[in-house]
């Protein structure tokens, strides 16, 4: 079968590699997820979205993965840079849902190693 | 530019007392969040205005918790009686318009400290 990432609350990269986070998402439901970048002191930071329609998007260094079957999403970030650390969250909408109203998952701090 | 600002950025709070926290939304933005930060966690929802009806506060975790948006800009998160476990980031978002739009900014927070 196809295997899935676990969900890692740290993750430690050298600069230039790929990072890849992983979440699971609760809701079968949910048709729209998000990935948000912290860092330290300051609110959350969109990074790139996907409805529940597509399995992949992407953006400028960024590409996000949802598997429908397993509840899995994944961002890979492409030669991550050190201004990529921060810890980073998906968040999940159900339909209907008023804006806003994402459940969060557990976040992953991403260390970039000079 | 201008975002989200939220004043204080940081309080404490003796055990009993209450708190009132401010959120400034990007001017012209309808709709506005409260989320609660615990250390380590990712937001949770508390409530959400769009101008100044607030359309949902089924995430306030009691009735000590009380939000305003009065005008439709500056909102208000007001915390009665604090307790220790009302010790988080409180963080504010806004958003453009009042249909399902899900780019949210965020403000830094306020991190409430109750003792």
């Known amino acids: 079968g196809e295997s899935v990432g676990l969900h890692l609350p740290t993750l430690s990269v050298q600069e230039g590699d790929n990072s890849i986070i992983n979440c699971a998402y609760s809701?079968?439901?949910?048709?729209?997820f998000i990935w948000y970048k912290q860092e330290s002191g300051k609110g959350p930071q969109f990074i790139i979205d996907i409805r529940s329609n597509m399995d992949k998007r992407q953006g400028q260094r960024v590409t996000v993965l949802l598997n429908k079957t397993v509840k899995h999403l994944s961002l890979q970030i492409a030669a991550t840079q050190p201004g990529d650390s921060a810890v980073y969250f998906c968040a999940e909408n159900p339909p209907d849902t008023n804006a806003g109203k994402s459940t969060f998952g557990d976040g992953t701090t991403l260390t970039v190693k000079p | 530019g201008a975002g989200v600002s939220q004043s204080p950025r940081y309080k404490v709070a003796k055990r009993g007392q209450d708190v009132a926290l401010r959120c400034d939304p990007i001017?012209?933005?309808?709709?506005l969040f409260w989320y609660q930060q615990a250390l380590g966690q990712g937001p949770e929802f508390l409530t959400y205005?769009?101008?100044?009806?607030?359309?949902?506060k089924s995430g306030l975790p009691s009735d000590r918790f009380f939000a305003e948006r009065p005008e439709g800009s500056v909102s208000t998160l007001k915390i009665q009686r604090t307790q220790q476990e009302d010790s988080a980031v409180y963080l504010c978002?806004?958003?453009?318009?009042?249909?399902?739009?899900?780019?949210?900014?965020f403000g830094p927070g306020t991190r409430l400290t109750v003792t």
């Open positions: 978002a806004s958003s453009k318009t009042g249909e399902p739009t899900y780019e949210q900014y």
């Open positions: 205005f769009q101008n100044e009806a607030q359309l949902d």
């Open positions: 809701n079968s439901a949910s048709d729209y």
């Open positions: 001017s012209g933005h309808v709709s």
